[in-house]
C-alpha cells in the first residue's frame, strides 16, 4: 500500500456535505458512472458500510484505505480518460463504478446500493460465489491473464473487434477484446450494445473512441 494521506476529519466532513456525488449500484455487474480528479486524490466510500478492497486494471490507479472510517482515497497513475473500478465492502457485496477523469478538484463518491432488486444474493446477504467469479474473471483480464489469442471478429462498421484473450473460471468464460475505431468519426458506445444471450458481464474501458483510438472490452458469459 501507498503512504497513507493525512486529512482532517472535520475536512473530510465538511467535503462530503459540500461535494459528494451520490452513486447508485442496482447490479454488481452494472457499471455506474462517476467523475473523479486526474490529480488529487478522491475520496470514495460505501453508504453504511467499511469498504474492504478497491481493485482495477493494473497501473491504473492507487488505492489507500483509511481502516478507521472504511473509506479509502483513490489517485488515477495514467491518462486514460475512463477506467473501471471494483469495490468490495465488508459483507462481501460488490460494486462496479466506470471512473471518468477529468481535470477538476478532487471529488467525493458516495455509492449507495438500490436495495435488493435485481441482485444474487444469498440468505446471508453476501454475493454469491458466481458473482465473485465474475468479478475476478474481469479484473484477471484487465490485467493482463488468460490465454493469448489473435482472432478478428465482425462487429460494426468502420471498427476492427479483435478477441485478444480469454480465460475460463467455474463455469464461466471471459474474454478480452481490443476494438479500435477505423473510421473518421467518432464512436460513442453503451455496454448495452454487447449483451447477448448466456452473457453475465460486459466492461468497456472507454465507451467513447476517436478516430483511430481503441479500447478493450471485457466480456463474461456462462459456458454450457
Known amino acids: 500500500m501507498k503512504k497513507i494521506f493525512?486529512?482532517?476529519a472535520l475536512l473530510l466532513n465538511s467535503l462530503q456535505v459540500q461535494a459528494a456525488q451520490m452513486v447508485f449500484q442496482g447490479s454488481p455487474t452494472d457499471a455506474t458512472?462517476?467523475?473523479v480528479s486526474r490529480h488529487e486524490p478522491n475520496l470514495i466510500t460505501v453508504?453504511?458500510?467499511?469498504?474492504r478492497r478497491i481493485h482495477g486494471a493494473q497501473g491504473l490507479f492507487t488505492i489507500t484505505p483509511e481502516p478507521d472510517t472504511g473509506s479509502a482515497w483513490l489517485k488515477p497513475t495514467s491518462d486514460k480518460p475512463m477506467m473501471s473500478?471494483?469495490?468490495t465492502d465488508e459483507d462481501g457485496q460488490h460494486y462496479k463504478l466506470l471512473l471518468k477523469v477529468e481535470d477538476i478538484p478532487a471529488e467525493t463518491i458516495i455509492?449507495?446500493?438500490r436495495g435488493l432488486k435485481g441482485l444474487s444474493t444469498s440468505a446471508s446477504g453476501k454475493n454469491e460465489p458466481r458473482n465473485d467469479d465474475i468479478i475476478n474473471a474481469t479484473v484477471a483480464l484487465f490485467n493482463g491473464h488468460g490465454d493469448r489469442k489473435s482472432e478478428v471478429i465482425p462487429l460494426?462498421?468502420?471498427t476492427r473487434f479483435e478477441l485478444v484473450r480469454?480465460?475460463?473460471l467455474r463455469g464461466l468464460r471471459g474474454e478480452a477484446y481490443v476494438l479500435t475505431n477505423t473510421s473518421n468519426k467518432r464512436i460513442v458506445m453503451d455496454e448495452r450494445e454487447f449483451y447477448r444471450a448466456g452473457i453475465q458481464s460486459v466492461s468497456l474501458?472507454?465507451?467513447t473512441l476517436e478516430a483511430g483510438q481503441s479500447t478493450r472490452v471485457i466480456v463474461i458469459s456462462e459456458v454450457e
Open 85 to 87: 473500478a471494483y469495490i
Open 166 to 168: 480469454t480465460i475460463d
Open 111 to 113: 455509492v449507495k446500493g
Open 205 to 207: 474501458e472507454k465507451p
Open 33 to 35: 458512472t462517476a467523475l
Open 156 to 158: 460494426w462498421k468502420g
Open 47 to 51: 453508504d453504511g458500510k467499511k469498504i
Open 6 to 8: 493525512l486529512v482532517s
